[in-house]
């Protein structure tokens, strides 16, 4: 019966040949049309017909037979007449038959063949003109099985189930099924080394199962196996701890076991219990004999032990203690040398040992090690010297083996270096290497003296801002700073900036660019005008939008590259004008096509549209918008290995089908394929019926060859391998006798061959021989016992025909014994005597246990160095050495240095110094550190440095006493020494503590009045309209001042002028309410400097001004000539000049001054407040007397560092 899926491609199959018959139909119907006519003798197609006869109106001619009929389907509205019609194809060969044969008047009847259901088999294949046949598949009885399963062109075949089988002989090993029959088995027998466990029936084999080889090596045999029952093993008995083994075990026989005696009070035990023997008992001894001692008490298996007493120690011994009758005399070694750390401080005699004193490890406090100890004597300790003499120091401290080193002061530091620290009790002079030349970027401001280093200041590094270096520093002297040219004047521009080292370059502007060039930036202050050349011609790119004129160049334009998207380039660019653009054809007119897509340069190329492909060609692709319709050639024949599965169309091509090249895998190929038809395919049988095997397997072109199993094996020979589906059963001969060496293990059967087993030769490792082979059964072999029963030990080894020997092991040592050694499975336990006491010079570390002795330990005579003893040894402990602290702890210093017997003593570090204090020494790892009062600077001392916890107040050096000014004394740094920037000032007071409360400078001014005081210079830096006034009460003239007309005086100024020609400009004024407008003492009125102008006295002697921002000093003195005439002077000196200019008025200053009570600095105009100082001042002091050069050059001197 054919499967589902073969009748679901069978109609498939229909379908397509139905569609092939209607192809053919067309075709044929046009062959006729082209190739039939009258004179094949027959009417052509489509000529008119008589539908009873076929023939034409005339009745001579018909329808071509066989090839068409006459048919009423070419009958119309118009014409209603009968035509000539194709006769259909020929029926498709295993989908149609022919039912009824083409006539005259009728066409070709085809029916479909009949499909045979799913319970049905093919009888008679159908043919070109008859029908398939089916018949019905055959059902098996109750007492049949299938043989073989029905196909789609075979009936199913049944055969009887086999009888039922005999009991004993043969049991049922598979039931019947509807599909296979009963199968029969023989019984199978026991081997040799089985038994039975359950009989065989009609329905099961005999089961068997092994036989227990041996018993285990704790059991014996209590039953023998036989063919129906097991071997029998039961467990040995075990004897007790207080039994022995009587009779030895046998493979088939038990241990015997009976108590051991037991020894009564009087008795030990002789000899020990054994597992396999008894205990054996005799009296024990009472007393020792006379010259023994008992060395050892009975023990319960032990008899008293007597040992003879020691008469005499041996030499090198001494006896310590005497004989009794429990212990020999206890003789000791002597002491051969006393231990490190000891002496010998008595010999030993026959009674007493060596005495040995400890030695003295370290000498007292305020003593040290004279003498190393002996063996025989203690260390020597001297006094150490506690100060050295005077004119020495300590130039090492004494340590525990050495005195006080003392060496001789240095007194006088050699040619060349300076004392830099005076000597101290532990430290010589120190002298250092005095300074021969001041390092770069300084110079020499003192030179060295034998107390003190040469004196470096620092160098002016940069002149400035305004200035220039107009002369290098030197060695002696610092750099020399010139002001800079601000601006350029008009009609000129700056060519180069003023430099550290060089004024301001100043060059003519240039009026008007030259022919040829244009005006591309106008002259500024730092640039001439900028003068470009013309562009003569517009660079390639682009073209001359504009001409160039004398502020502008030519105006160049770039040229358009590339046209917009949608347009291309119609003309190129010239140099006066611009690439034209055009647009470009989006879509080319209907019937036409894009042949050429637009470029940069050239339009849309459009080009007409193929209407109709020619003949032998059809259409491969429609025509698009950019493409033209596409033309192929038809398929004339199909290739081979392919069939015309469809005819060509004018859109189409012929349709060729791939030939089946292989039948897929279940069949095989009945039909090979043609032209028209594919490869025809036949189901393959898939597996050989019951009983048969497949003796050749299928091919691509034939089926699957069956051939009958081997039932049974002939006699003599077993079933080596069972039958399988593609061999036969194969048959092997029978092994009559085994081998020698082996014996049978297993009788042979139908399905196999005897079983032959070596013979084992020796007893496995752990066995013995317990019974020799036959030729039946093996050697029997028993296992030996393999480790001793716990409290017993192996006393003889096993042989290979004799077990192992077990005795009892010792429990416990006897009491002042220890075990040694533990019992191992082949030795019984080691006793030793206990150590009772340690000698002399150790400890005991660890006392005695039952596994262990005593430990002694030598005692640590002297704690090793870098320890000290924090505990004395006991008899039961060691010394105890402690690490000495090797250095303290960071944040403590070591107050006291460790001993022998003490750890070093740690104190905690002063980390900060006090309020008021400061750190004088840092603390090192042996001293803390030193803090010392801060100092205080004097009533005419300024604080450089504040006092901190780590440096002591720094204070200016002081001008001494006789050079101070007696009227007035104001010094900056008294305001700025501690600002660290720029501080506001509004009170200047006197530095003499007796003038400090009256004199004091305020400022006022206008709202641009700015005064400071800076720690950099130190000065008071005044700027915008500000006046400095230090004005006293009426009729409160200033202290120490003169009020006659021949008072003598000197006002002194430090400053630095900033603006010192800008129009009339005071510097110092004073005056009270009687004296008139001009009482100036130091001014400058444009470009020269005046002293000394009075309502009643001429104007003095003018001078050049000062440098500009340069420091200054300045000295006005009043002095009488010899001839009674007032004389003003004007003293000045820079930092870098060697004397003073001095410059003396030519007019009288008899005028000057009376009972002044107030002074001004900076006022422009005393009726006019227009203040206008613009300076820095570092100093201001009034004398009552006219100083002399001597004081000036120290005044100088004093003030020469501030003016660098």
């Known amino acids: 019966m054919p499967s589902k899926s073969c009748m679901a491609r069978g109609l498939g199959e229909l379908g397509l040949v139905v569609l092939l018959l209607a192809n053919v139909g067309s075709a044929t119907a046009e062959l006729g049309r082209r190739s039939l006519g009258s004179a094949a003798g027959c009417l052509d197609l489509g000529a008119n017909c008589n539908p009873a006869t076929g023939s034409n109106a005339a009745g001579s001619v018909k329808c071509c037979a066989g090839i068409s009929f006459c048919s009423a389907s070419g009958k119309t509205g118009k014409n209603n007449a009968y035509k000539c019609a194709a006769v259909s194809a020929p029926c498709p060969v295993g989908l149609y038959y022919q039912s009824a044969a083409p006539t005259f008047t009728s066409d070709r009847g085809c029916m479909p063949v009949t499909i045979c259901s799913a319970d049905q088999y093919e009888a008679v294949a159908p043919t070109s003109l008859s029908d398939r046949l089916c018949h019905q598949v055959t059902k098996c009885a109750m007492d049949q099985f299938q043989a073989s399963p029905p196909t789609w062109n075979a009936d199913r075949v049944c055969a009887p189930v086999s009888p039922a089988c005999h009991a004993g002989i043969t049991f049922q090993s598979a039931a019947p099924t509807g599909t296979s029959d009963r199968i029969c088995s023989p019984v199978s027998s026991c081997l040799a080394e089985e038994y039975e466990v359950s009989a065989p029936t009609a329905l099961a084999n005999r089961v068997c199962a092994k036989i227990r080889v041996a018993c285990g090596v704790d059991e014996y045999e209590s039953a023998a196996p036989t063919s129906i029952s097991d071997r029998v093993c039961r467990l040995l008995t075990v004897c007790t701890e207080s039994e022995f083994q009587s009779s030895a075990p046998q493979w088939n026989k038990d241990r015997g076991c009976s108590e051991h005696s037991v020894c009564n009070a009087n008795e030990y035990e002789a000899v020990a219990a054994q597992w396999n023997a008894d205990r054996k008992c005799a009296p024990v001894t009472a007393v020792c004999p006379t010259g023994t001692y008992s060395a050892a008490d009975p023990t319960p298996t032990a008899d008293r032990q007597c040992a003879p007493v020691t008469a005499v120690c041996p030499t090198g011994t001494y006896s310590a203690a005497d004989p009794t009758p429990t212990a020999d005399r206890q003789c000791a070694p002597v002491t051969a040398v006393c231990p490190t750390g000891t002496y010998s401080a008595a010999d030993p005699t026959p009674t007493a040992d060596r005495q040995c004193a400890p030695v003295t490890a370290v000498c007292p406090t305020g003593t040290y090690s004279a003498a190393d100890p002996t063996p025989t004597a203690d260390r020597l300790c001297a006094p150490v010297t506690a100060v050295c003499p005077t004119g020495t120091y300590s130039a090492a401290d004494p340590t525990p083996t050495a005195d006080r080193q003392c060496a001789p002061v240095t007194a006088v530091c050699p040619t060349g270096t300076y004392s830099a620290a005076d000597p101290t009790p532990t430290a010589d002079r120190q002298c250092a290497p005095v300074t021969a030349v001041c390092p770069t970027g300084t110079y020499s401001a003192a030179d060295p003296t034998p107390t003190a280093d040469r004196q470096c200041a620092p160098v002016t590094a940069v002149c400035p801002t305004g200035t220039y270096s107009a002369a290098d520093s030197t060695p002696t002297a610092d750099r020399l700073c010139a002001p800079v040219t601000a601006v350029c004047p008009t009609g000129t521009y700056s060519t180069a900036d003023p430099t550290p080292t060089a004024d301001r370059q100043c060059a003519p502007v240039t009026a008007v660019c030259p022919t040829g060039t244009y005006s591309a930036a106008d002259p500024t202050p730092t640039a001439d005008r900028q003068c470009a050349p013309v562009t003569a011609v517009c660079p390639t790119g682009t073209y001359s939008a504009a001409d160039p004129t004398p502020t502008a160049d030519r105006q160049c334009a770039p040229v358009t590259a590339v046209c917009p998207t949608g347009a291309y380039s119609a003309a190129d660019p010239t140099p006066t004008a611009d690439r034209q653009c055009a647009p470009v054809t989006a879509v080319c007119p209907t019937g036409t096509y894009s042949a050429a897509d637009p470029t940069p340069t050239a339009d849309r190329q459009c080009a007409p549209v193929t209407a109709v492909c020619p003949t032998g060609t059809y259409s491969a692709a429609d025509p698009t918008p950019t493409a033209d319709r596409q033309c192929a050639p038809v398929t004339a024949v199909c290739p081979t290995g392919t069939y015309s599965a469809a005819d060509p169309t004018p859109t189409a091509d012929r349709q060729c089908a791939p030939v089946t090249a292989v039948c897929p895998t279940g069949t095989y190929s009945a039909a090979d394929p043609t032209p028209t038809a594919d490869r025809q395919c036949a189901p393959v049988t898939a597996v050989c019926p019951t009983g048969t095997y497949s003796a050749a397997d299928p091919t691509p072109t034939a089926d699957r060859q069956c051939a009958p199993v081997t039932a049974v094996c002939p006699t003599g020979t077993y079933s080596a391998a069972d039958p399988t589906p593609t061999a036969d059963r194969q048959c092997a001969p029978v092994t009559a006798v085994c081998p020698t060496g082996t014996y049978s293990a297993a009788d042979p059967t139908p399905t196999a061959d005897r079983q032959c087993a070596p013979v084992t030769a020796v007893c496995p490792t752990g066995t013995y021989s317990a019974a020799d ?117 960071t944040g403590t210093y070591s107050a006291a240095d460790p001993t022998p017997t003490a750890d070093r003593q740690c104190a905690p570090v002063t980390a900060v110094c006090p309020t008021g204090t400061y750190s004088a020494a840092d603390p090192t790892p042996t001293a803390d550190r030193q803090c010392q009062t801060c100092s205080e600077c004097s009533a005419f001392q300024f604080v450089v440095t504040a006092c901190s916890s780590t440096s002591d107040t720094v204070c200016t050096v002081q001008l001494d006493a006789p050079d101070r000014p007696e009227t007035l004394y104001l010094d900056a740094r008294a305001l700025a020494s501690h600002a660290s920037q720029p501080a506001v000032v509004t009170s200047w007071a006197d530095l003499d503590p007796a003038r400090a409360a009256t004199h004091v400078f305020t400022f006022t001014g206008g709202s641009n009045c700015s005064v400071t005081a800076s720690a950099s210079a130190p000065a008071v830096n005044m700027t915008g309209t500000c006046l400095g ?135 422009y105009w005393r009726l006019a407040p227009i203040y206008a100082p613009e300076e820095e001042l570092g100093a201001l002091m009034l004398y009552n007397r006219a100083i002399d050069g001597n004081t000036m050059d120290r005044v100088f001197a004093h003030y020469r560092d501030r003016m660098v």
């Open 1029 to 1163: 006034r230090l004005t006293l009460p009426a009729k409160t003239p200033l202290l120490n001042w003169g009020t006659s007309n021949t008072s003598e005086f000197t006002a002194v100024v430090l400053h630095r002028p900033r603006i010192p020609n800008a129009g009339s400009r005071q510097v110092l004024y004073m005056g009270n309410s009687t004296i008139g407008t001009n009482s100036a003492f130091i001014w400058y009125n444009q470009a020269v400097a005046r002293i000394g102008v009075n309502a009643g006295a001429s104007d003095v002697s003018a001078t050049s001004l000062p440098a500009v921002n340069t420091w200054v000093l300045e000295f006005v003195t009043r002095t009488q000539t010899a001839g009674g005439r007032m004389v003003l002077s004007l003293h000045r000196r820079y930092a870098t000049d060697t004397s003073f200019t001095s410059f003396t008025g030519n007019g009288s200053a008899a005028g000057y001054p009376v009972g002044f009570n107030e002074i001004n600095l900076g006022r």
């Open 773 to 889: 082979p036959t030729p039946t059964a093996d050697r029997q072999c028993a296992p030996v016992t393999a480790v001793c029963p716990t409290g017993t030990y192996s006393a003889a080894d096993p042989t290979p025909t004799a077990d192992r020997q077990c005795a009892p092991v010792t429990a416990v040592c006897p009491t002042g014994t220890y075990s040694a050694a533990d019992p191992t499975p082949t030795a019984d336990r080691q006793c030793a005597p206990v150590t009772a006491v340690c000698p002399t010079g150790t400890y005991s570390a660890a006392d005695p246990t039952p596994t262990a002795d005593r430990q002694c330990a030598p005692v640590t005579a002297v704690c090793p160095a870098g320890t000290y003893s924090a505990a004395d040894p006991t008899p039961t402990a060691d010394r105890q050495c402690a690490p000495v602290t090797a250095v303290c702890p």
